[in-house]
T-cell receptor, first 116, second 112 residues
Framework: GAVVSQHPSWVICKSGTSVKIECRSL??????MFWYRQFPKQSLMLMAT?????????EQGVEKDKFLINHASLTLSTLTVTSAHPEDSSFYIC????????????FGPGTRLTVL | LAKTTQPISMDSYEGQEVNITCSHN???????ITWYQQFPSQGPRFIIQ???TKVTNEVASLFIPADRKSSTLSLPRVSLSDTAVYYC?????????????FGAGTRLAVHP
């Protein structure tokens, strides 16, 4: 149980285009979903927290207009990287939490974004 | 201020027991301690979670002393496939949201 999927697993795009990444909880309802990014040889950096039906809360230094997050249902959250640039190239990982009392988060497999 | 502190790296050999200790001096009363494993280009995988004393599952044990200011992940009889980065996390409720902030993790290398 507790499976989280991401789509696509990798994407290559041209500079200036927008890219959408989907995160789905397959066998549970996720009250809260999280988006992280990870650069090579570095740890995961939390970008934003999203609760179903409400606006996402972004971490300091993360541009909300550039990284659009939508959490339309209890099983789906999307991250859209708008006007992508080469410096946005990274490994994007989502996670989902079943409830609010425990800290257990289940992570997706990640999406490798390369912006040319 | 880091929430958790772990050794940056560790080395071990196949068949040995590996213990990774994590310090979390400022852990809050309601925080659980959670450990994740991450392989390159994959999302972190949940290993174990505990609140106090000892927790054991099919892959690891977690030891937490009474003061809860530290915890130790124990991996019995490691194999080459256990080479990965291991993260120790506690909750972070800043801003009213319960979230996990990753530290640097411990890079475990298992040698033949």
């Amino acid at each position: 149980g507790a499976v989280v999927s991401q789509h696509p697993s990798w994407v290559i795009c041209k500079s200036g285009t927008s890219v959408k990444i989907e995160c789905r909880s397959l066998d549970f309802q996720a009250t809260t979903m999280f988006w992280y990014r990870q650069f090579p040889k570095q740890s995961l950096m939390l970008m934003a927290t999203s609760n179903e039906g409400s606006k996402a809360t972004y971490e300091q230094g993360v541009e909300k207009d550039k990284f659009l997050i939508n959490h339309a249902s209890l099983t789906l959250s999307t991250l859209t990287v708008t006007s992508a640039h080469p410096e946005d190239s990274s490994f994007y990982i989502c996670s989902a939490r079943q409830g609010s009392t425990l800290d257990t988060q289940y992570f997706g497999p990640g999406t490798r974004l390369t912006v040319l | 201020l880091a929430k958790t502190t772990q050794p940056i790296s560790m080395d071990s050999y196949e068949g040995q027991e590996v213990n990774i200790t994590c310090s979390h001096n400022n852990i809050a009363t309601n925080d659980y301690i959670t450990w994740y494993q991450q392989f390159p280009s994959q999302g972190p995988r949940f290993i174990i979670q505990g609140y106090k004393t000892k927790v054991t599952n099919e892959v690891a044990s977690l030891f937490i002393p009474a003061d809860r200011k530290s915890s130790t992940l124990s991996l019995p009889r490691v194999s080459l496939s256990d080479t990965a980065v291991y993260y120790c996390l506690v909750g972070d409720r800043a801003g009213g949201y319960n979230k996990l902030i990753f530290g640097a993790g411990t890079r475990l290398a298992v040698h033949p």
